[in-house]
């Protein structure tokens, strides 16, 4: 019985440690546009000061912020998720906030190119792997992000609500580049 | 009485089932059976089967726990519900996270056991609905706008971007089908006939969640009659020196065209982004099949370009959709180089980087490797080496020149991206020190070997002087009449008719002193003498051919 899966396993392995080994090529490229996505995100205005009455009880999962917690191999899909996340929430409407709309436009530039750039990779983790929903670390992101989704969508969009998203998305980025180190390493 | 009660408060308390139904009168209530969640979009729906006979009626009611919550809660719009099925849509919950449903069946005050469902994720149950589809029909295209499947805050509020689109066109009449597969949700089918009527159907699906929903009804358009000016085609765009050059085919001339543009993430927008398209500066109104317009307008990113013809008062459709991305021009600035000969027969080489480099922050995450190019100046044959910054270059020859020039490369590049070579900087190679003292031995063999060959020609020179020339005394009278004259020159130079000088001594009794005329032409003295044997002449015969005698 575990003849018959040895094969498929060692197959696995091979090709996520391959992909993996592949995808570093690119972290250079990565944290390089992390840089130019935290540069975009501080140009747009607000400051959280006044914003103190809101709170947001959303927490960044663990893992993210603690890379140990990780495999080699998940970095690629936490990537993925992240730009892919970061973009739809900055697909929302913002109107209600004084941004300026060129800003926000290159910043979803920027996330789209990531995202297209590592979705091939992805699709071919998803299809070897086969099961997303048994990856408890891409659930809890996915939790995380529907969270904020909620939140923005509950205090109507406000200025105060993009604040406050705005500035937990640039900490995010913080702790994406960490992961990307520790991984380049 | 009080140890009574209290165990009765306490079986109250646990609830403990097979108790209750004594208490209401000895029937059993039975719970919902077949309980089944369905989940499509941001429906929720509860079906159960409840197969038993009453009386009275009968009511259902629902619960729900996730990890986050203490208790269980009322699960909304499930409660005292009397058919076998109940919407419970309004129920806020993250849908990645895993809840608990329970149901039970009432009647008047008795209720059934909670038939608890096991805990599930609600985005990995739900199925992917149809989407909504808004069509237009063109002369030779179908436009069609497509709603990704639930609202925009709900269970698909974090896929929105990664929904892939099936739609199956096919033509009314012949029946001939299309597969097509796109992740814009505004997409054109082209290369249709005029006049003619085409139906579709789109279904949604997630790859990455391994999710294919359902099938739109059939909606079924008109292409219109055909337009006078057709659209522009074969669009194409090529970089060139600072700019793009835009150009596309069109039949006909004394046409103006204009040309349009759109973030390439727009389009994956559900939203109708008709208005987000932007005339292009320098191709807003153009009569030629070509514009040019600055690479500055178009920072590194993907675009979508499309060009409309018009004439007067008609416009054509819009061409297909181009899609463009524009390359960051990733500078890397050359390296800076200097060398220096410090040991035998080798080159020490040093790269540095020049310290105003514009785009600092982001080039220093790049990881780079230089390519070296070093060549003997008179030679000129190059040979190259891939090298880190502090390097040595050994078995040079010594007292040659070489020169040295280099350039970055990002490491692993699948484009080999590289920076201009620097300057190039010579240097002698010194010599090693073993060299040096073959050197010195070597010249202190030349010095001696030349100061031994003149002296040995000199003795040479001396010996010959010897054999061939030596200095013989003749007595002190003939001495005084006969200059010294070397009998060398006899060999040394026999060009000159020498003549020897005799003196004829012909009398001994009167010894007539005749005067001697040093002329080597042959003026030679006569002595007169008696001896008979004597007479005669003594001279050369070589040289007796002017001899005269006078007496």
Known sequence: ?185 | MLGLLGAAALVLVTGAPWLLPEAAGGKTLKPPQNVEVIMIDDSFTLKWNWSEHSTTDVFFSAAYKTAEMGDWEELPGCQHVTSTTCDFSSLETNVYSEIQLRIRTEEGSSTSPWHELDAFTPAKIAQIGPPGVHLEAEDKAIVIMLSPPGTEESMWALEHSSFRYNIIVWENSSGLEESITTAYPNYNVYNLSPDTTYCLKVRAELPLLKKIGFYSPVFCINTTVENKLPPPSNIHIHPRDGFFALQWDYPYDKVAFQAQWLYAFLKINPESYEDKWKPIPGCANVQTTQCAFHQNDFPKGIYFIRVQASKGNHTSFWSEEKRFATEKQTVIPPPIISAKSINANSLHVSIGTSKDSGNGSVDSYYSLVYEVVFWENSSHSERKRLEKTDFTIPDLKALMVYCVKARALLKDDKQNRSSTFSNTVCEEIQPGNASKVWLSVGIGTALFSIIAVFCIMKFISECIKYVFCPSNKLPSTIDEYFPEQPLCNLLLSPSEEQMERCFIIENMNSLTTVVESGHSDGDHKRYSSQTSQDSGNYSNEDENNESKTSE
């Open chain 1, 1 to 185: 019985m575990a003849n018959r899966y040895i094969f498929q396993i060692a197959l696995l392995l091979c090709i996520t440690t391959a992909l993996a080994e592949s995808y570093t090529l690119d972290q250079s490229q990565q944290k390089s546009s992390i840089l130019v996505c935290q540069d975009l995100l501080n140009q747009l205005n607000g400051s959280a000061t006044d914003c103190l009455k809101q709170r947001m009880n959303s927490k960044i999962p663990e893992e993210i912020k603690n890379p140990q917690l990780l495999q080699k191999e998940d970095l690629v899909l936490v990537t993925y998720e992240l730009f892919q996340q970061i973009f739809g929430i900055f697909s929302r409407n913002f109107s209600r906030t004084s941004w300026n709309e060129t800003i926000v436009e290159k910043l979803l530039m920027e996330l789209y190119q990531q995202k297209n750039q590592l979705k091939t990779t992805v699709e071919e983790i998803i299809k070897e792997t086969n099961d997303i929903w048994g990856n408890k670390h891409i659930l809890n992101l996915k939790k995380y992000y529907f969270s904020l989704m909620r939140y923005l969508k509950a205090n109507k969009y406000s200025s105060c609500a993009w604040i406050i998203i705005k500035t937990e998305i640039i900490r995010n980025f913080v702790y994406l580049d960490k992961l990307i180190s520790y991984f380049s390493n």
